[in-house]
């Protein structure tokens, strides 16, 4: 929420003053005005406008609050409006500014500094203001409608250091708002704190690296691609192949995370109430690993009132579901829409909500319930077994990924290495080295598609793919070989194609070649030769 104050207007011995507000509506924050009239009628603290139950609840609070931080008002009426009413209201960072607007109705603070200033925060029944969630996005929109300075909790100080543009302040409890509108007490707007500061602090936070993989080389090439291009990928593997381990280390290879992408990050992430005082702005893509047992609106978005969802906390990084058959089916068919339109509309009756769901989906599964199959030494599940475990997941889900890869089975020679013998080995990578490589691929894409929207090869579109990704006489009698040999569909086809981009982009190559048209097909035919 969002408050800037106007002057006090008195009819005839009633007090009244009109406040500009506002209320997380979705991922945005929307202007909402505050009406506040005082007058000597029965008393009584009356409140309308769409409220939810917190924002109703705020009348105990400001009364209360107002008493113990020293100031004693006069019996009296007090009405208080917020509009427009078609609008819901929610939240608890309503009360300091309604507080102001009755300290101001009664002459109690200045109208001086109260034209150009927003405020934000929950009172506690001694004066102490809390922290709220939503301060990035309410920070961005008091700057962009020109307010001067924005009075927020100080516990919050430091997420509102962000934005440049505007003053923000940090207070404690109310009588410190008192005395700096009043000019009787003094505070310094905090300094504001460089993207690139922010960078650098949280630059060495990653714990795990690709190089504490031993073997999966090929599972490794396919991690490297699918992260070059946002691609979706598959782990298909037996249990403790290291199908876990590569997902969790996928992020470290992603693209760098640019300022517009970390603030879009950021805002969610603020409304949703998971920044912490020291973190307040994210500059690592996020990676998301919910349990199975998750619901469909814990995964999508939604509830009562709605909320983002794992899928959009995972935009612009990783959504990682490890062991995907032992999902709820609904749960999982449930992002089927949003994988191809990288947004989640969330309908109620007053309103629809869009958030974004532009996340690169990684999975893993076991190839039967046992976990060995081909392997038939170990194996002893059935045909029908099998397919019956693998039937969990839709053709149509399982078209989403565009990448499918085994992780094999260990050698021995390959975990008794030294660290010192694998490094000398050809195959050796760390994460640092393989995201020199994603980063060099990046620019090759962006240079390629400079001037339109699209940025990276897995949000071709239709019209986008038959101009970028072009094939030579003998690329297409070898994908028209593929189309007919694994049946696919017309999805598969585009999956191919932009995987085939992606793949000749890391050698900096601008035509797509049999050899990178191969590598990619060959993502495609695990998946149908173990469901066939």
Known sequence: MITVLHNTVY????????????????LEASLVNVEVDVNNGIPSFEMSGFLGAQVKESRDRVKIAIKNSGVNLKTQRISVNISPADIRKDGTGFDLPIAIGILAANGIVSERLLEKTFLIGELSLDGKINSVKGI?????????????????????????????GIDVYGVRNLNEVIGFLNDEYELEPVKNISFDTFCMKNSNCDNVDFSEIRGQYVAKRASLIAAAGMHNIMYIGAPGSGKTLMAKRIPTILPTITFEESLEISKIYSIAGLLDKENVLITKRPFRHPHHSVTISALVGGGKIPKPGEITLASKGVLFLDELTEFYMSTIEALRQPLEEKLVTIVRLHAAFTYPADFMLVAAINPCKCGYYPDRNRCHCSEYDINRYLGKISQPFW?????????????????????????????????KDMKKIVDDAIDFQRQRYKGI?????????IEEIKKYCQLGSEENKLLEQAFAKLNLTTRGY???????????????????????????????????????
Request: aromatic share 8%.
């Open 494 to 532: 585009h999956k191919i194609l932009k995987t085939a981009r992606t793949i000749a982009d890391l050698e900096q190559c601008d035509k797509i070649n049999c050899i990178h048209l191969s590598e990619a097909i060959s993502y495609r035919s695990y998946d149908n030769a173990v469901r066939n």
């Open 399 to 431: 078209d989403r990924f565009d990448i499918s890869v085994e992780t094999g089975k260990m050698n021995y020679s390959d975990l008794k290495l030294t660290q010192e013998d694998y490094m000398k080995e050809n195959s050796y990578m760390t994460s």
């Open 136 to 164: 990035l996005p309410s920070v961005c929109v008091a700057k962009d409608n020109n307010f001067e300075r924005c009075i927020v909790p100080y516990d919050n100080m430091n997420e509102g250091s962000v934005i440049c």
């Open 453 to 461: 929207y699209k940025k990276l090869n897995s949000e071709l579109t």
């Open 11 to 26: 009819k005839g011995g009633n007090m009244f003053s009109k406040v500009m507000s506002g209320t997380i509506n979705g």
